[in-house]
């Protein structure tokens, strides 16, 4: 049973930082992605960021520069540090661990980020 538990969400003023982080447990494959995605009311789910097992990383365009993605992969971690928050930023955050040979896809349960103006 793969579990993902999310941590770091909270209410921030514009221009501020928060850090996410999600830890991974349960037989998990070392070939992954890991990532985050995230769904402000009325809206689909979005990716924000995703980080391979090889440290290759690919972010959406409307954080890129102000969010950075990492992972430890000894430990099953991945870490969303985020700056420079906008109104637009907020949203429920998830994790995600995805495994490319398997197709298996895991999701933590969300963390509230509400950045106000």
């Known amino acids: 049973q793969v579990q993902l538990v999310e941590s770091g969400g909270g209410l921030v003023q514009a221009g501020g930082s928060l850090r996410l982080s999600c830890a991974a447990s349960?037989?998990?494959?070392?070939?992954?992605?890991m990532g985050w995605y995230r769904q402000a009311p009325g809206k689909q789910r979005e990716l924000v960021a995703y980080i391979n097992s090889g440290g290759s990383t690919n972010y959406a365009d409307s954080v890129k520069g102000r969010f950075t993605i990492s992972r430890d992969n000894a430990k099953n971690t991945v870490d969303l540090q985020m700056n420079s928050l906008k109104p637009e930023d907020t949203a429920v955050y998830y994790c995600?661990?995805?495994?490319?040979?398997?197709?298996?896809?895991?999701w933590g349960q969300g963390t509230q980020v509400t950045v106000s103006s």
């Open positions: 349960g037989s998990i494959s070392s070939i992954n992605a």
């Open positions: 995600n661990v995805f495994e490319p040979y398997t197709l298996a896809n895991y």
